[in-house]
């Protein structure tokens, strides 16, 4: 009984400390975008990654990393692998509200740039981003 419930813990442990590495391993270097929801197979969400998947150019020039995630599961989009891993610190850390559908826009810095509650065109994303000093830079290095 012990063993069992010390490898469950380690699992959890192990899950917990992944999640959060695989965030700050981001710092300075992407941008993150997190869709939460509590039902993956709702409109908005299938939407929402229909979106991703249609500008995915625009998402690589922007820097922009794509975690979904659920309760007791997450992704990461951009690995281009429908396995979900098990684990729900990520939503829980990000939720801010019981809305069913979430999207959290992090910067470079590590920062909350963009909370919104529903289907958000790809459009008010990127003007989002390209309106941040640091994305502003990069546009006008990249002219030179």
């Known amino acids: 009984m012990k063993k069992i419930v010390f490898s469950?813990?380690?699992?959890l442990l192990t899950t917990f400390a992944t999640v959060a590495q695989n965030m700050s391993s981001h710092q300075w270097k992407e941008r993150i975008l997190i869709?939460?929801?509590?039902?993956?197979?709702s409109d908005a969400f299938k939407k929402q990654v229909q979106l991703f998947e249609n500008n995915?150019?625009?998402l690589e020039e922007r820097k922009l990393q794509i975690y979904?995630?659920?309760?007791?599961a997450y992704k990461n989009f951009n690995a281009n692998d429908d396995r979900w891993?098990?684990?729900?610190s990520l939503y829980k850390k990000y939720i801010s509200k019981d809305s069913g559908f979430e999207l959290v826009l992090i910067g470079l810095d590590?920062?909350?740039k963009l909370r919104t509650y529903s289907l958000t065109p790809m459009e008010?994303?990127?003007?989002?981003?390209?309106?941040?000093?640091m994305r502003r830079s990069e546009i006008k290095r990249n002219k030179n």
């Open 68 to 72: 979904l995630a659920s309760p007791d």
């Open 35 to 41: 869709v939460l929801t509590t039902d993956s197979s």
């Open 8 to 11: 469950i813990l380690m699992i």
């Open 85 to 88: 891993n098990t684990g729900g």
């Open 124 to 133: 008010d994303i990127f003007v989002t981003i390209d309106g941040m000093p």
């Open 110 to 112: 590590g920062s909350i």
């Open 56 to 58: 995915r150019p625009g």
